[in-house]
């Protein structure tokens, strides 16, 4: 019985990160349409009807080019870094919540917040063991980001879980019943969606990326399947945080097909900003985590800190 109850959650979750990469082929092609169109034009319209055969047509391109290394790079590590970049991103989907509960997770935000904080790694050692002035100068720019965006990333989903008193993703639909936390913590909110943008190094916070002074950053040497990997690794992010933000303040109903539009439009949002707004500069984007979120995600902290201790006293 036990055997077969987990081989059947392994075909399962197979089954969810096969549906995760044809989701993330299909953004790249959302993407590419939006952005044709803001910047009016087409965008991809050639292979297939509307273009709808691109995204097989850059797979295959990416992954059967010849795959080069630099001759002075750390080879085991630029060869595993891509590889464990996606294998993190798509792990992070085992806590999403279920209606057949496929990993019933009690713990699901500390998983969340694990898995989540080890990418890191994964962009730290791509830059470095290319042995690349450029890719080190971007791979230090992107962690430093990370690193500071998760601060206030943690404090806000404790503010959040102060409300529930849970740590899993299921008892966020259940509180959110009658009213979404979006309207309760409205700057909590927005707050969370734009340390999300610079969490997955998305414009307006890609420094990582900064094609106009970085030459690509952290993935500077890398091309063909390694590229192609990172490329997998952080649009699968952007759909897992798409999911995060729907599920904590907009809801978050798993069995309503309304779920899925608001995940849709969560990632369109991503798009939408890339194509709207211009680079911040390094040190205001350090300057807004550290003087501007920090101390608002404190503040509310400490304001649903008190308003529950209050509650706990006149139900005593």
Same mark, same amino acid.
């Given at each position: 019985m036990f055997?077969?109850?987990?081989s059947?959650?392994?075909l399962?979750f197979?089954?969810l +990160?096969i549906?995760?990469?044809?989701?993330?082929?299909?953004?790249? #092609? #959302?993407e590419?349409? +939006?952005?044709?169109?803001?910047?009016?034009r087409?965008?991809?319209?050639?292979?297939?009807f509307?273009?709808?055969?691109?995204?097989?047509?850059?797979a295959?391109?990416?992954?059967t080019?010849?795959q080069?290394?630099?001759l002075?790079?750390?080879?085991? $590590?630029y060869?595993m870094?891509?590889?464990f970049?996606?294998?993190l991103?798509l792990?992070?989907?085992a806590? /999403?919540?279920? @209606?057949?509960?496929l990993f019933?997770?009690? #713990?699901?935000?500390?998983?969340f917040?694990?898995?989540?904080?080890?990418?890191?790694y994964?962009? /730290?050692?791509?830059?470095w063991?290319?042995?690349?002035n450029?890719?080190?100068?971007?791979? $230090?720019?992107? +962690?430093?980001?990370?690193?500071?965006y998760?601060v206030?990333l943690?404090l $806000?989903?404790?503010?959040?879980?102060? #409300? $529930? @008193?849970?740590?899993?993703? /299921?008892? =966020?639909m259940?509180?959110?019943?009658?009213?979404?936390f979006l309207?309760l913590?409205l700057p909590?909110?927005?707050?969370w969606?734009?340390?999300?943008?610079?969490e997955?190094?998305?414009t307006p =916070?890609? !420094?990582?990326?900064?094609?106009s002074?970085?030459?690509s950053?952290?993935?500077?040497?890398?091309s063909s399947?390694?590229?192609a990997l990172?490329?997998m690794?952080?649009?699968?992010?952007?759909?897992?945080?798409s999911?995060?933000?729907v /599920?904590i !303040?907009?809801?978050?109903n798993v069995?309503g097909w309304?779920?899925?539009?608001?995940?849709?439009?969560m990632?369109?949002f991503?798009?939408w900003v890339?194509?709207?707004?211009?680079?911040?500069?390094?040190d205001?984007?350090?300057y807004?985590c550290?003087?501007?979120f920090?101390p608002l995600?404190?503040n509310?902290?400490?304001?649903?800190?008190?308003l529950?201790?209050?509650l706990?006293?006149?139900?005593?």
């Amino acid at each position: 019985m036990f055997v077969s109850d987990l081989s059947l959650m392994i075909l399962n979750f197979l089954i969810l +990160v096969i549906c995760v990469l044809v989701g993330v082929a299909f953004l790249t #092609l #959302l993407e590419r349409k +939006v952005l044709g169109y803001i910047q009016i034009r087409k965008g991809p319209n050639k292979v297939g009807f509307m273009g709808i055969l691109q995204p097989f047509s850059d797979a295959i391109k990416l992954f059967t080019k010849e795959q080069t290394y630099p001759l002075m790079s750390n080879f085991v $590590i630029y060869y595993m870094s891509p590889v464990f970049s996606l294998f993190l991103s798509l792990i992070l989907w085992a806590c /999403m919540p279920f @209606v057949i509960n496929l990993f019933s997770f009690n #713990l699901g935000i500390l998983y969340f917040l694990c898995c989540s904080s080890l990418g890191v790694y994964a962009i /730290m050692m791509a830059g470095w063991s290319s042995n690349s002035n450029y890719s080190l100068l971007g791979s $230090i720019r992107a +962690v430093a980001q990370t690193i500071s965006y998760e601060v206030s990333l943690s404090l $806000i989903l404790l503010s959040f879980l102060y #409300l $529930i @008193v849970s740590l899993n993703l /299921m008892d =966020f639909m259940k509180y959110q019943e009658d009213l979404w936390f979006l309207f309760l913590c409205l700057p909590l909110s927005m707050v969370w969606v734009v340390s999300s943008l610079a969490e997955t190094n998305r414009t307006p =916070f890609d !420094f990582a990326e900064g094609e106009s002074e970085l030459v690509s950053g952290f993935n500077v040497e890398y091309s063909s399947g390694g590229f192609a990997l990172i490329f997998m690794a952080e649009y699968s992010s952007i759909l897992f945080m798409s999911l995060m933000c729907v /599920m904590i !303040f907009m809801g978050g109903n798993v069995m309503g097909w309304t779920f899925f539009l608001k995940l849709g439009f969560m990632a369109f949002f991503w798009l939408w900003v890339r194509g709207t707004l211009p680079r911040y500069r390094y040190d205001k984007l350090m300057y807004l985590c550290w003087k501007g979120f920090l101390p608002l995600s404190l503040n509310y902290l400490l304001l649903f800190l008190g308003l529950k201790l209050y509650l706990f006293m006149i139900l005593m």
